[in-house]
């Protein structure tokens, strides 16, 4: 597997084959399908096919951008992050991150976070990421505000919100 950039205590790396059963089990859990329900995959073929997208777009070095997350300590797939294009805006992207409930708040987030902005800042034409969260996750709130994301704006009738809570927009651009 390769290693395309690590943490204090995480491994990001392209995703195997081998992760697709990790990867189902980890978009199962009840707070992934509350907080991004449309990462949701309906059974292990769809995740291995998505695998096998988000491995063939890592090796072309295009959108979107998806790697594994993995515990150096015990080289488990706690989750998985990622960068995407944000339709018609050239030099601007969104974040997306997961981390699997058994290892959340232990700040894994947070470093993950840190770590794929600076990574998108280095090695994509990027100017700004955006970070959008579904109202009423203050945990995801709090990982970008901690890597200095502000707020910028709530967006309702999005596709992705299915509850029509609305989504707060968050951005960081480049130093």
């Not at 050239?90 to 232990?106: F, L, R």
């Not at 709130?141 to 596709?159: H, I």
């Not at 299915?162 to 480049?174: A, D, F, S, T, V």
């Amino acid at each position: 597997m390769e290693n395309i950039f690590e943490t204090e205590h995480l491994l990001v790396r392209i995703f195997d084959p081998a992760d697709a059963k990790a990867l189902y089990k980890n978009h199962l859990e009840d707070e992934v399908k509350q907080w991004i329900p449309n990462e949701s995959y309906a059974d292990l073929e769809e995740a291995q096919g998505a695998i096998e997208f988000f491995s063939d777009c890592v090796k072309q070095a295009h959108l979107p951008y998806v790697l594994a997350v993995e515990l150096k300590e015990t080289q488990e797939l706690i989750g998985d992050t990622g960068i995407n294009e944000v339709e018609g805006q050239e030099g601007e992207v969104e974040i997306g991150y997961t981390i699997c409930k058994k290892h959340s708040g232990k700040g894994y987030a947070t470093e993950l976070v840190k770590a794929m902005t600076d990574f998108a800042f280095s090695n994509f034409d990027v100017a700004v990421i955006y970070g959008r969260v579904m109202h009423g996750n203050d945990a995801s709130v709090r990982v970008l505000e901690k890597n200095n994301y502000v707020y910028e704006t709530e967006e309702f009738g999005a596709e992705d919100d299915p509850y029509n809570k609305g989504m707060l927009i968050y951005k960081k651009e480049r130093a």
